[in-house]
């Protein structure tokens, strides 16, 4: 791998992962601000709250790794195991992210809850199909 890809690809889930985090964390502070305080709400303010936080370990990583590499100008393999950490964590953040997602329809309502289930679940197969797709380029 070439310096330029190494920078693509650690800016690329940089990216990713800030994003992802602003959702997870804008979704935290609208279900504080709701004023209602059921279970599933307590419960989504968690999953919402443990996503952010994957995300926002993944964009650290990431944005120091970018950082080392530019600074170095080469690739730093002595932290191949921390970026490895760090997309792990990411891709189990997307899951954490998603069931969020499939929860959050249950506040609303029952038929509002299966829809937004199923179609979590669908994200999440999608996903996992990406993932298995590209991943396995590399074995």
């Given at each position: 791998?070439?310096?330029?890809?190494?920078?693509?690809?650690?800016?690329?889930?940089?990216?990713l992962a800030g994003i992802l985090a602003g959702f997870s964390l804008s979704a935290v502070v609208q279900l504080l601000s709701a004023g209602e305080k059921t279970r599933l709400e307590t419960a989504e303010v968690?999953?919402?709250?443990?996503?952010?936080?994957?995300?926002?370990?993944?964009?650290?990583?990431?944005?120091?790794?970018?950082?080392?590499?530019?600074?170095?100008?080469?690739?730093?393999?002595?932290?191949?195991?921390?970026?490895?950490?760090?997309?792990?964590?990411?891709?189990?953040?997307?899951?954490?992210?998603?069931?969020?997602?499939?929860?959050?329809?249950?506040?609303?309502?029952?038929?509002?809850?299966?829809?937004?289930?199923?179609?979590?679940?669908?994200?999440?197969?999608?996903?996992?199909?990406?993932?298995?797709?590209?991943?396995?380029?590399?074995?």
């Amino acid at each position: 791998m070439t310096l330029e890809n190494y920078l693509a690809e650690a800016g690329a889930l940089a990216g990713l992962a800030g994003i992802l985090a602003g959702f997870s964390l804008s979704a935290v502070v609208q279900l504080l601000s709701a004023g209602e305080k059921t279970r599933l709400e307590t419960a989504e303010v968690v999953i919402f709250s443990a996503a952010s936080v994957m995300f926002l370990y993944t964009l650290i990583v990431a944005v120091l790794s970018f950082s080392a590499a530019a600074e170095l100008n080469r690739i730093p393999n002595e932290l191949d195991n921390l970026n490895v950490g760090g997309f792990l964590i990411l891709c189990g953040a997307i899951y954490v992210f998603l069931t969020g997602i499939g929860v959050a329809g249950w506040i609303r309502s029952k038929i509002a809850g299966v829809l937004t289930t199923f179609f979590a679940l669908l994200s999440m197969c999608m996903v996992s199909y990406a993932l298995v797709s590209v991943l396995s380029l590399f074995t």
